[in-house]
């Protein structure tokens, strides 16, 4: 049963899911294909991470461009940097562990966030500074924009 359970993972990964799913439901738990289980469970969890890291850097840059382009900030960046904001929440909300992964990742995300602030400010790197200018606590204040 494993061995088909397996197949089915390498052909027919929806079709594997479902099947798992309705196992687990059920209370069949030795039927259940459990290693690649685990691996999609793993797999889910890092997802979650990617986004954080994701949704972080992107908030950042455009705070950053807030900072570095006061000629140009108009209501949709400000509308902008609240939507990250609102998705950064509401993924802490559904997945409060990740809180303690947002110190960690900072500066991580602030190497991407420098990325993407330099393509869309056209500034070099060297116009920012080398690490974070705000602190976790701002970026996720309502309130927060940043002056130059």
Request: glycine fraction near 2%; charge should be positive.
């Amino acid at each position: 049963m494993a061995k088909s359970l397996s197949k089915r993972y390498e052909k027919d990964f929806y079709a594997w899911a479902i099947h798992n799913a309705q196992l687990l439901r059920a209370g069949k738990l030795l039927e259940v294909d459990a290693e690649h289980v685990a691996e999609e469970i793993e797999s889910m969890g890092k997802s979650e991470k990617r986004e954080l890291i994701n949704l972080l850097a992107l908030l950042i840059a455009h705070l950053l461009k807030w900072q570095h382009q006061v000629i140009r900030r108009s209501k949709s960046w400000e509308l902008t940097i609240k939507e990250q904001r609102f998705e950064l929440t509401d993924l802490l909300e559904e997945s409060p562990s990740l809180r303690h992964e947002l110190e960690k990742q900072l500066s991580h995300a602030y190497k991407k966030a420098l990325l993407i602030a330099e393509k869309e400010t056209g500034l070099e790197q060297k116009h920012f500074k080398k690490q974070c200018p705000f602190t976790l606590k701002q970026m996720l204040h309502q309130k927060f924009f940043p002056e130059t």
